[in-house]
């Protein structure tokens, strides 16, 4: 289900980025189940998460699909 939503939602906002907990409350996933889920799709080649400027948390962004990078 997660990958669904994430995929049906990143085709339509192929150049959002976002938080993983931003993203998993736009698109009401537990933020567990979607780090998962993202984890998966990252090592099958479909996002890429950034590791942002330490803030004392880990903030990851995910670019959504990698249109022709």
Do not use: C
């Not at 567990?32 to 950034?50: I, M, P, T, V, Y």
Request: glycine share 8%; net charge negative.
């Amino acid at each position: 289900m997660a990958r669904q939503q994430l995929l049906a939602y990143y085709f339509t906002n192929p150049t959002a980025r976002h938080h993983l907990r931003d993203l998993a409350e736009r698109l009401s996933i537990d933020p567990s189940n979607l780090s998962k889920e993202l984890g998966r799709l990252e090592r099958d080649g479909l996002f890429r998460a950034e590791v942002m400027p330490p803030t004392g948390f880990e903030d990851w962004i995910f670019d959504g699909l990698l249109y022709g990078k």
